[in-house]
Structure formats: structure tokens, C-alpha cells
């Protein structure tokens, strides 16, 4: 494991392209290292290596793993620690924006326009002697049942993550996804009670990525909702998967879900003209995915991809002069009819303790 970090400081200090991952409940740790600094882009995802897919846009950077070094370690610790409280200090404009934006989203619902829409904000936070790999590691010890990666491109900049959400899992012509929504702190002593809004948002993402599947796969099996635990946080899942049909293609179904109603809205294209719209801030690579693409498996005959939804992340902007560095903290929430302004507010301040825990 110490040789893998010396690798990714050795890479860092070049200013040469990488990526780090673990995926959920794995104690296995993959870096590639790209070995020049050219932007490559996955155009019709039939490239081999690890993508990186904005919000909204047509840019979707590659690593490619034929120009690239892979190398992996055992995690050698991986503790959770849920025990970590902050005295979050709010800022009350950012607050009253907030929650006006919410307004704004539940009154263009009760219009009819939309049925959901998904509004984010970030946040600002001032670092002092960042570390990446010290961070990093503390992602992943803090969050082991999340997908958790640390991705880094001179000409793009360096994110991280936690995400607890997977956009789709393929292996060759089968393919696996999950619905997601609803959110609430977890609670030591009880289980989960969900009230209508959470259990019809959730219902609403399921139903969604139903329709848009049933052009391009067939055989389709879901599961019944359940409760994930993403670090301090809860959700509604339904397990999702079937058969791609022969004449559709991986990048085709991609596209299909892509963004999702739990980052985005319904219907999704005037969910996405709202967001752009009101959110004022671009979103970049927040809420768009990232992963493993046609990985070969144990047979050569296998390709496997495995693609999850950036949330819970942040972008490390690095200063030259360290006090100056910031780290800018992505957070969203699903807002439907019987939405509380004020509650999404306090929805969106727990998402950000994800990565305030690391820093």
C-alpha cells in the first residue's frame, strides 16, 4: 500500500492524469495512471478504460487503459467512523437562496410543468495543508460501502467522491442498476420511516428508468424497495436488471439514463431547462458519472463496465499558495409537490458533511 501512494505522489508531482478507486464494500484499491497529459475522450464507449461524464454535455474524458499503468493494493484498514459531529456554522444567505430556489422548483410543479426536479448548491470550504492522499484514505476508510474515487486531470482539475449510487453495471449483454432517492439521517435507534414524498420520489426514479429501458433491454427483474446505509445517511433502493437487446448498444443505454430523476428531475428535459436555468452555477461533473468501461473479465471473451453517479463529491481547487486552496462541495435535493423548503435545506446541510468528515 505504500508503494501505491508513492506511485500516486509520483504521478501528482509530474502533473500527469490518474485515477483511484474502490468500489463498494471492496477492500481492493485500483490506480491507472496515464502516462502523457493528452485529454481523451470516450466517444462511442467502445473504448477500454476509466470515464469521466459531466453533467450535462457531450464531453465524457477517458483514461484509457492502453496508455496507461494500472496498479492495485489491499486496504489495509477500513473502519467507519458515523461518530463524527460538526456545529455546521449556516450561512444565512445562502440558506434564503436556497430555499427560494426550492420554492421556485415547487411552484413550477404545483403548475403542472414538472412532476420532480432535482436543485443543488455548493459550498465553498477553505483548506489548510491539503493533502490528497490523506484525504483520500480517509475517504475510504470513512465510507467502505460507497464507491469512492479521487480522479486528477491537469487540464480538468481534481474531484473526489463517495457515491452511493450506481448508474449501471454491464457484463457483456446483462446489465444491473439501482433506483435511488430519498434521503435521511440515520438514526442509532430506529429504522427508517418514510413519508409519502420520499416513498413517491423514489417511485418516480424506479418508473423512469423502466421506460426508458424497455426500447433497449428485455427480461427486465426489479427488486422490492429497501433501506441503504451511505455513511450517517439513509435511502430508498430498488434493484434493477435484464438483458440488452442485440441491436443496442452500451453507449445507447447509457445515454437512456442518464441523468437519472434522483440527480436531475421529470420529465428530464424540462427538469434539466429549469436546473440550467435557476441553479446559477455550472454543475461540471457533479451529478454526471463515472467508472470502469468494457473492462476485460477472467475470459477474453468477458467486457464488463461498472459506472456510478458523481454524488457526494467535491472539486480541490489548489493554490499555488496552499492557504489558498478550497474545496468546493456539491450537494442536492429531490424536490416534488409536497416538498418543505426549510427540510431540503437541512437535507442538503447533511449531504455536505460527506466530505466535511474527510477534510
Keep these: 500500500m505504500i508503494d501505491f501512494f508513492i506511485k500516486v505522489k509520483q504521478q501528482e508531482a509530474q502533473n500527469l492524469p490518474f485515477v483511484l478507486y474502490k468500489k463498494p464494500n471492496n477492500i481492493k484499491l485500483v490506480g491507472l495512471f496515464q502516462n502523457n497529459d493528452h485529454l481523451y475522450f470516450a466517444e462511442n464507449f467502445e473504448e477500454t478504460g476509466f470515464v469521466f461524464a459531466p453533467f450535462e454535455g457531450s464531453q465524457m474524458i477517458l483514461i484509457p487503459a492502453d496508455q496507461s499503468v494500472k496498479w ?27 430555499k427560494t430556489l426550492v420554492q421556485k422548483g415547487i411552484d413550477a410543479i404545483a403548475k403542472g410543468s414538472m412532476n420532480k426536479v432535482v436543485l443543488s448548491r455548493k459550498e465553498i470550504v477553505d483548506l489548510t495543508d491539503f493533502d490528497l492522499v490523506s484525504v483520500f484514505q480517509k475517504l475510504v476508510q470513512t465510507y467502505p460501502t460507497a464507491f469512492c474515487y479521487c480522479w486528477f486531470h491537469p487540464k480538468i482539475g481534481l474531484w473526489m467522491g463517495a457515491t452511493p449510487e450506481r448508474l449501471l453495471k454491464t457484463k457483456n449483454n446483462k446489465f444491473y442498476t ?53 455513511g450517517s445517511l439513509v435511502h430508498i433502493k430498488t434493484d434493477i436488471e435484464g438483458l440488452i437487446n442485440k441491436n443496442s448498444s452500451l453507449k445507447q443505454v447509457v445515454l437512456a439514463l442518464h441523468p437519472t430523476p434522483a440527480v436531475c428531475g421529470l420529465p428530464k428535459e424540462v427538469a434539466i431547462d429549469f436546473i440550467l436555468e435557476n441553479e446559477d452555477y455550472d454543475r461540471e461533473y457533479y451529478t454526471g458519472f463515472l467508472g470502469e468501461l468494457n473492462k476485460e473479465g477472467f475470459k477474453k471473451s468477458e467486457m464488463k ?41 437541512g437535507e442538503s446541510v447533511n449531504k455536505s458533511m460527506t466530505m466535511k468528515r474527510v477534510l
Design 72 to 98: 492495485e493494493t489491499l486496504i489495509t484498514s477500513s473502519e467507519e467512523d458515523n461518530n463524527l459531529d460538526f456545529a455546521n456554522s449556516e450561512n444565512k444567505e445562502s440558506k434564503e437562496h436556497f
Design 178 to 230: 439501482t433506483a435511488l432517492a430519498g434521503t435521511q439521517k440515520l438514526q442509532d435507534t430506529a429504522e427508517a420511516v418514510w413519508e409519502k414524498k420520499e416513498i413517491e420520489e423514489q417511485q418516480f426514479v424506479t418508473d423512469f428508468i423502466l421506460n426508458s429501458l424497455k426500447e433497449l433491454t428485455s427480461k427486465i427483474v426489479i427488486s422490492s424497495p429497501y433501506n441503504l446505509k451511505a
Design 305 to 345: 463496465s461498472d459506472l456510478y453517479v458523481n454524488l457526494r463529491c467535491m472539486q480541490i481547487k489548489i493554490s499555488s499558495n496552499l492557504a489558498m486552496t478550497k474545496a468546493h462541495l456539491y450537494m442536492g435535493c429531490g424536490v416534488t409537490k409536497d416538498s418543505i423548503a426549510e427540510k431540503e435545506w
